[in-house]
């Protein structure tokens, strides 16, 4: 069903023909985002082109009793953004204004359609960047960010997205605008604004985002150390932070993601190598040097094969180059991949690697791993083919066992990835019914009739936990609204 | 009225007769903390043990139907921890148990009535610390810490409490038990650890504490810099934020807090000095002399009339004694006096401070500060005699007009003191009565009966706009502080 007659003659006089989509090419084409194509299919897209026009829209959506979604660029790889039948979604491309540089308050506002490295782009000239750095940061939105309160490489010493947001207007499913947040980093009372952080458009759709910059590191090393064992590549992991050493990124990568980098875009990584590390200290000039002499004296203790430092911004750029499009680079080596993404206690990381790779021995299926080492936060690329059953089978198989792996060490879901509708019926194995609830009737308070973004990031209804509607919980409290 | 006999049987039998006091004596010494002597007296004040026996005390007091609240070591600033008439106070000393220190997580597990910088004092063989160090370190609990959100000089560069907790065992109002967050850093779903952490325990009473470590920092420099002018010591701090520099503390502290100081600890500090800035660096061996080299060259830049950097441990410890203990030097200035705690962005301090002063002036009360300047965290002191009506009038007055200044600058109510019972009445002046309704009803979610410390953090119903100021609670209760 395309938009129903009515309501796309209202979208159309609010936002103008060319910004209300309903053909079935639009439709079809926004089924997916970076996790999946999904079934099912939007009633249509429309594009707003202000904070203005968004609410507009969503009150128009609220009064016609359709759900909704909002969409930055798709890269996202839960499923947060893929529609459930029928729904319109709410694309943010256009809200991309980038507004200017503060640089005593150290911060900068931005529309949600703003592609991440945009931000630090901007924030350059004034010696300042934007921490978060996921590794589709060329691609994806800010907004997506917020969504999914992203991570990154440098997130290891910098916090979560959530660390970098000072303020938020937001609309609510109802069409009500409002600031959460504000300008000083303080905001006394119930912290709503991390609440709406990592909400994976279940609470709110945001339209302006005041972000915090941080100062560009006088000085940047970047090493890549090279181990014939995966084991002592862990050690070294384990090493370094024991030490007191906080890394600005600590990474790594297995041989078989190595070989999937030199057949794609040939960074000059050794093919030989069971792992790499990257490695990145930040300091001021002196300080790093330093600090580089204590790395290069622990990798010399675990026993690394070899240790390269990047002698400048190239070569650099080159190193990171290879991490961010790696993802991109098992495309060479596989037809299909699935990226799993699960957190461990970084103590536990040893042991979970062999067991990771031995569960997709165990299927018959190859395991590749590219993964923020230092946060202990697994990304496994399990590689199958997408046109045998058996393997799809086997996949999902071989992703359950990795996250029970994951549960079973006390750690948990996801790191950055989010829930979306990957996830979701799995929020029981680490939540009680009770915290559900309590997840539940938070978002009633925000979102009553779930009708912004349904089935996503909570557990469905008679799928695990009670959902219990706003209704319920206004009168469990006694509270008039 | 003490505590109802049924009840207090029950009690008694969980508890043990030691562990269970409605005496005269007890209930009229727990009607204060940090902030103020509140008229209303408790019914009577508990000493759980352990997690176990607080879920029991819960049980016991929700099915009586009485109102309650946690309680840390009582040196809250917004009248968090004291009563209203009849509520029961569960008093967390004895949950005072430090665990082992897990050094590759970077994790502790300890109970809310751990005093603050015992956490540091048993992490510190592993050269790890916990950030969050506000004044009263040596007496408040960790409970307090999450409770409030609190802050302290060295948040400034590693951020508040919430940046440092991984998980909390908490007990709801209706006794049941739950943890939030996890031994990882990532918890996907709504962020309810966020959420609890500053709630001021109107949300939740913690029973367990995972708190993150940080790398003890390999040197330390500590600047005292001293200025003749109030408004260059404003400008170096502005000039050392532009200048990306991201010191561990930059404090400000100004003539009056100065010369009382030197009255009752002689520091060593100038008493003609007009302010001083405490500026800590922290870095690796190298890099710290290369960053202090920078700070000396704004320092000069800006004007400062002497800059003395601390030779040894010895002379640092003093330096810090003084900024920790100046709020108590104050009394040897002035018989009473009311702490103010306000944000404003970092850019409005130079303007923002001239006017408080003036404010002061206006109405014939001198003020003192001694704040977090990298944050644009003031806390004014304002001086006066509580036995004189009218100074009390004024006080309430200052008081008031500052607040308003750091909210038409952009700022916040508070920055770390928390709202309690003290601004509770202003918080319509930051948020909209919808952004109200929400916080009001996610504590429904946890709190649907507002029995778990009623008044606190949100307005009363009805009560809105009308302020109750700290003054006019003392007036009240005819009680001199």
């Known amino acids: 069903m395309s938009l129903e007659p009515a309501l796309r003659r209202q979208l159309v006089a609010l936002l103008g023909a060319d910004w209300v989509r309903d053909d079935q090419v639009t439709r079809f084409s926004y089924r997916c985002d970076g996790l999946t194509l999904h079934p099912s299919l939007p009633a249509g897209v429309v594009f707003p082109g202000d904070h203005d026009q968004v609410v507009g829209v969503v009150k128009l959506l609220h009064a016609a009793g359709v759900s909704f979604l909002p969409r930055g660029a798709g890269t996202g790889l839960s499923g947060g953004a893929v529609p459930t039948t029928g729904a319109v979604i709410i694309e943010l491309v256009r809200l991309n204004r980038i507004g200017p540089v503060n640089e005593i308050d150290r911060t900068i506002e931005v529309g949600p359609g703003v592609v991440n490295i945009q931000v630090s782009h901007a ?110 590549a862990c050690e070294a992991v384990s090493a370094i932070i024991r030490a007191g050493i906080v890394p600005a990124a600590l990474e790594m990568i297995d041989n078989t993601v190595i070989r999937a980098i030199e057949q794609t875009i040939s960074a000059g990584f050794p093919t030989d190598a069971e792992a790499v590390l990257i490695i990145e200290l930040e300091d001021i000039e002196a300080g790093i040097t330093d600090e580089l002499a204590a790395v290069r004296r622990i990798l010399g203790q675990v026993g690394t094969h070899e240790i390269r430092v990047a002698e400048d911004e190239a070569a650099r750029a080159r190193i990171w180059r290879a991490r961010k499009e790696a993802f991109g680079a098992i495309g060479a080596l596989s037809p299909s991949f699935y990226t799993q993404d699960g957190v461990i206690p970084r103590g536990a990381l040893p042991r979970v690697l062999a067991r990771v790779n031995q569960i997709g021995r165990d299927h018959g299926l190859t395991i590749a791993n590219v993964f923020h080492a230092g946060d202990g936060n697994l990304h496994p690329l399990i590689l199958y083919d997408a046109h045998d059953p058996d393997q799809v089978a086997a996949t999902h198989e071989v992703g359950r066992r990795i996250l029970e792996l994951c549960l079973a060490e006390g750690g948990t879901l996801s790191g950055e990835h989010g829930i979306g509708l990957e996830k979701n019926s799995l929020m029981d194995r680490v939540y009680s019914s009770t915290t559900l609830d309590h997840m539940a009737e938070v978002r009633a308070v925000f979102n009553p009739n779930a009708r912004l973004n349904p089935g996503k990031m909570l557990p469905e209804p008679g799928k695990c936990g009670d959902i219990k509607s706003v209704a319920a919980l206004r009168a469990k409290s006694g509270i008039q609204v």
Chains 1, 2 share one sequence.
């Open 123 to 232: 924030a350059r000239a004034h010696g300042l960047y934007f921490v978060p750095d996921p590794s589709s940061q060329k691609a994806c939105s800010v907004g997506g960010n917020v969504a999914e309160n992203s991570g990154g490489p440098h997130t290891l010493k910098y916090g979560v997205t959530v660390n970098h947001i000072l303020a938020l207007d937001v609309v609510l499913p109802d069409g009500s605008a409002h600031r959460v947040g504000g300008e000083s980093w303080a905001s006394p009372g119930a912290d709503l604004l991390a609440l709406l952080i990592g909400s994976e458009g279940t609470l709110c759709i945001v339209t302006n985002i005041i972000c915090r910059l941080t100062p560009l590191p006088p000085a940047v090393q970047t090493l890549l150390a090279v181990f014939n064992d995966v084991q002592q």
